[in-house]
Nanobody, 122 residues
């Protein structure tokens, strides 16, 4: 299971860097995606990156403000979030997937875990 961390409380306009760890390297060769779910709302796609890190994709809501990256030597994926807004408040999850970031295919029966909570205060 991938482990998301780095969430917290930040003011509007602030920054956070989320981390996604794969401590057992179980998902080597998989793409990785970030999703988020705000209270009372459906889960939504944020960003994704290929295993090699050469291709990325962003939701319109995160484009220009968020940057996804991968450090294969550490089995880590990061989501740098800048210029945070109250509507970015959500629990953020990192999950493995297959295919292109633009059309990432999630794994059936994958346990998403608890995610990491990001709260942006105005």
């Amino acid at each position: 299971q991938l482990q998301a961390s780095g969430g917290g409380l930040v003011q509007v306009g602030g920054s956070l860097r989320l981390s996604c760890a794969d401590p057992t390297a179980t998902f080597n060769s998989y793409a990785t995606a970030w999703f988020r779910q705000a209270p009372g709302k459906q889960r939504e796609f944020v960003s994704a990156i290929t295993w090699g890190g050469e291709h990325t994709h962003y939701a319109d809501s995160s484009k220009g403000r968020f940057t996804i990256s991968r450090d294969r030597s550490k089995n880590m994926v990061y989501l740098q979030m800048n210029d945070l807004r109250p509507e970015d408040t959500a629990v953020y999850y990192c999950v493995p997937g297959l295919g292109n970031p633009e059309d990432i295919q999630l794994l059936r029966n994958y346990n998403w875990g608890q995610g990491t909570l990001v709260t942006v205060s105005s």
